[in-house]
């Protein structure tokens, strides 16, 4: 049982920035951000590539920088090219399987057999035992998400949530909403990128599907916070964001442990959840109208 | 402070749509001016003030604020020197963050860095959002870290006000900013508006149905219609003007009768 939780804490952790990410696109600057699935894999592949070329730290803000690229093509088609946002991320997504391939020298799967990871550095230092890994995973990824914090009460920060928030009124003041979307999407890749850094050094592997579903995936974990810690200041949906993706990897690993469902099912449940819990609204208010409309009718059949 | 030259703007030329929005329309204020604005629907006043906060750019003739040519200057920039308030109090702020973040948001604006990207708001900053809110009268400054969308639309619109006029722009635009709000909110944010407006000595546009307003608010009224500044009064004659001499001079100017009951009945 520890071993699960254990389990689920790193993987929580390692994920998290994809979430993270999401709560950054789409529910800040209120764009569904398909390039996710794309730069995840993108982030785990330079990773990978560049840890076996020997240098495992540079790996990883070199896999943010690409990413944040990734971020920018998908922002520069929707701002100045007028792709509609959603088809945007569909085509850089698309370009990026190639762009991926390439990145992990033209082969689906990449792997790191004798080389050292961050990991294996953080072993070294002797701190937290079987823990170490859930220590490095969860300080890095904990340090993004209070960078991203900080970031969001700066001037440049509080534009992107203008931006996301009433467009009207940004146009108005002086923003440009060209650079607030194109610098939040570059910042929502990075982090994209981050956690597929991490995952590919942790598992030692990348392959051309390791992002496959992420952006459903990072959606699941964001609603399972909000659902849990609630709605509020930036700080809480950053810290929601961690627990609703430890809560995720938890159900995945009890899920994949007792056999209650089979772990091929594990996406499509996921797709479920996210279904419904973005469909809620809409399905509470039929539900009200439905019975306010049944007691109309008994009403008048009391008379 | 504001110079019109002959600005012509027409919408989808060339098609059973077609509109001459604003037509060879010429306008010149003074630092401090306070101009009121009238005109039935569809005159060209919202166009107007589109055209001078740069939501599109005009086919003919150039706009000069402050002696600087911003005709061909992008809304995002030319906001910096403007304020704009329009006829919905939802549309000039930002329901999901607070009260302080919307005028920190309006405050960094205008910050004199303007590349300044990750500057911070102060507590010295907080205590003048504070001593500004005040100002306005309606409890808003014991409530700095509420999201905006739990206040109602009068409060919206003067906070909206205050974020346009914290920093004085050099030309503020009032789009019927009060026409949405209860007689008594109304009467409360034109107030603010006023004292706002003499305090810093801003030059004022003013677009209202109101003719009473029209004529008692600022130091000079337009007429418009059909794109056109139709009638320019201001000084003795402004004063000795009448409602009724407005609609008289209306028909006259326009060569119609008015269709409008907004304007007669107000």
């Not at chain 1, 920060?157 to 203008?162: E, F, V, W, Y």
């Not at chain 1, 467009?167 to 890749?189: E, H, W």
């Not at chain 2, 205050?162 to 107030?191: F, G, I, N, R, Y």
């Amino acid at each position: 049982m520890l071993y699960i939780l254990q389990t689920a804490l790193e993987l929580g952790f390692l994920y998290a920035p994809v979430a993270l990410a999401l709560f950054l696109s789409y529910r800040i600057l209120d764009i569904a951000d398909l390039t996710t699935d794309g730069a995840f894999t993108l982030g785990a592949a330079v990773s990978v590539t560049v840890c076996a070329a020997g240098h495992p730290i540079l790996a990883v803000p070199l896999a943010m920088l690409c990413t944040a690229a990734a971020g920018f093509v998908t922002a520069l088609l929707q701002t100045k090219l007028g792709v509609p946002s959603i088809l945007a991320g569909i085509i850089t997504n698309t370009g990026l399987y190639t762009v991926n391939l390439m990145a992990m020298g033209w082969t689906s799967n990449a792997s790191l057999i004798k080389q050292r990871t961050i990991f294996h550095m953080f072993q070294d230092l002797g701190v937290g035992g079987s823990w170490n890994e859930i220590i490095l995973a969860g300080v890095l990824t904990l340090a993004s998400a209070l960078l991203l914090v900080a970031f969001l009460g700066t001037r440049l920060g509080l534009s992107i949530r203008a931006t996301g928030d009433n467009r009207d009124m940004v146009r108005a003041s002086s923003i440009n909403p060209t650079f607030t979307i194109t610098v939040g999407l570059c910042v929502a890749n990075a982090l994209t990128g981050l956690s597929g850094a991490l995952v590919g050094q942790a598992q030692r592997n990348a392959n051309i599907n390791i992002g496959t579903g992420m952006v459903v995936i990072g959606l699941a974990c964001l609603i399972i916070g909000e659902t849990v810690l609630g709605r509020g200041s930036m700080l809480r949906g950053a810290l929601s964001v961690f627990v609703g993706s430890i809560i995720y990897r938890v159900i995945y690993a009890v899920a994949l442990s007792s056999k209650v469902f089979p772990i091929e099912a594990m996406k499509l449940v996921t797709a479920i959840i996210v279904a419904l819990a973005i469909a809620a609204p809409s399905i509470q208010k039929w539900a009200a109208f439905q019975r306010r409309k049944a007691a109309a009718r008994a009403g008048k059949g009391g008379v | 402070m504001l110079e019109i030259s002959h600005i012509s703007k027409t919408f989808n030329p060339g098609t059973v749509n077609e509109k001459k929005a604003l037509s060879d329309l010429s306008l010149h204020l003074e630092q401090g001016d306070f101009v009121t604005i009238v005109g039935s629907n569809g005159a060209g006043k919202s166009t107007l003030f589109n055209a001078i906060a740069g939501a599109f750019y005009v086919d003919e003739g150039s706009i000069l604020l402050g002696g600087e040519d911003i005709t061909f200057k992008p809304e995002y920039k030319r906001s910096r020197e403007l304020g704009r308030l329009f006829q919905d109090p939802m549309r000039g702020t930002a329901p999901h963050m607070t009260i302080g973040e919307n005028l920190a948001l309006a405050y960094l604006r205008t910050a004199k860095n303007q590349h300044a990207y990750f500057s911070r708001i102060s507590k010295k900053d907080l205590a003048f959002f504070q001593d500004q809110l005040a100002k306005l009268d309606m409890g808003l400054e014991d409530r700095m870290k509420q999201p905006v969308g739990l206040l109602s639309g009068g409060q919206r619109q003067a906070l909206t006000l205050l974020m346009s006029t914290m920093v004085p722009p050099k030309l503020l635009l009032l789009d019927e900013h009060t026409a949405a709000l209860d007689p008594a909110t109304a009467e409360k944010v034109l107030k603010i508006t006023r004292e706002v407006v003499a305090e810093h000595h801003i030059t004022t546009l003013m677009v209202t149905h109101n003719m009473h307003q029209a004529l008692e608010l600022g130091n000079r009224t337009l007429m418009m219609d059909n794109g056109r500044i139709i009638l320019d009064v201001q000084g003795e004659k402004r004063a000795d003007m009448t409602v009724n001499d407005l609609l008289e001079q209306f028909r006259a100017g326009a060569g119609k009768n008015l269709d409008n009951d907004r304007i007669l009945l107000s």
